[in-house]
């Protein structure tokens, strides 16, 4: 039997995606006399925010995820990111591979929306790994699964995470909207002779701030 371990050794912008992606760099090292022929891994990434500490514009920011400061102690808890797949291809003792991590804008994703929040520091990450290795030795193929406890942790700046939407979303985001919503913006602008949804937003904010005045 061959032990397999894994170790994130960084986490960067994937710079030719189409779409944001990060590339999770992982060290794999596997223990024993036989080489490995191939691992069909699959990892599982969550986001410990226990693990740091958070601004008073955090705070603000983390409010429709945990509620208010006072009670984090009972609402935050850690929180599935995402899950991705790779195929490692063979290699004996040790190896580097890239784990592909699809990321979203989306603020009605909670960890999008937790991401968000955060001015500087780091994303506290959990990694979860699984999967199946294929080994090659001098009685054949052995076939074993990936113990249920390999796992690591990884502190991501969360300038990484900036830096990959702005490189997708320069100066801009967007929102999912409901389809009604969407035709009653369009008419909205249109009838006021406005360029952009944007502007057609902008002129809806500033009117309910003149309301709020009143």
Known sequence: MTDVTFAVVGVEPEPYAVTPILNARLGIAAVGDDPIHAIALRCQVRIEPMRRGYSDDEGAGLADLFGPRERWATTMHNFQWLQTTAMVQGFTGATQVNLPLECTYDFEVAASKYLHALRDGAVPL???????????????????????????????????????????????????????????????????????????????LATASSEEVR
């Open 126 to 204: 959990q990694f979860l790994f699984s999967g199946t290795v294929f080994s090659k030795g001098t009685r054949g193929f052995a076939v074993q699964q990936v113990p249920w406890d390999r796992e690591d942790r990884f502190e991501m700046p969360v300038s990484v995470w900036r830096e990959l939407m702005q490189s997708h979303y320069p100066n801009t985001g967007w929102l999912r909207l409901d389809q009604d919503t969407i035709e009653a913006l369009v008419a909205y602008r249109s009838a006021r002779g406005l360029l952009t949804l944007d502007d057609a937003v902008t002129s809806l």
